[in-house]
């Protein structure tokens, strides 16, 4: 004799349902009831699976809702109100301030210390890399960067907190 497991499965859930479980939480406790029968039929022989299963079920609803009765109702990361951890206004337009001064500095080096400086620090190439590619000893890397952040450090001078 085979069991229409859908019926089964929508006769325990629609019960879970009437003893005050949603629909998404009947769900849950049904599958968990599920996977009680299977794993106690490896051992056992169940006359009766579906009212094994109902029985489980509502055990299930009864131990989450004893739970839920000691420790408090559990949140969900959905129900959470999330912080906005974005700056405020002032502080965007500060930022912007200061970026455009950074602007500003970069744009007063000459071309090849700029060239090498945003190698370094956007692209983040090694001062190896960056003195092949431009034909220099990485000495010369290193007298270009120091002189590029000397001179945006002199000019931003107060921009920055």
Known sequence: MSIDWQRVFSKVKSALMRRG???HDADDLVQEA?????????????????AFLMRAAINLSIDAHRLSATRGEQVTLEDLVLI??????????????RLARLSECISLLSGQTRQILLAHRIDGLSYQEIARRHGISITTVHKHIAKAVLLIAGRMEGWYP
């Open 21 to 23: 479980r949603s629909e």
């Open 34 to 50: 599920w996977i009680r029968l299977a794993c106690y039929e490896r051992d056992n022989t169940v006359e009766q699976p579906e």
């Open 84 to 97: 906005d951890g974005r700056p405020g206004v002032e502080d965007e337009l500060l930022g912007r301030e």
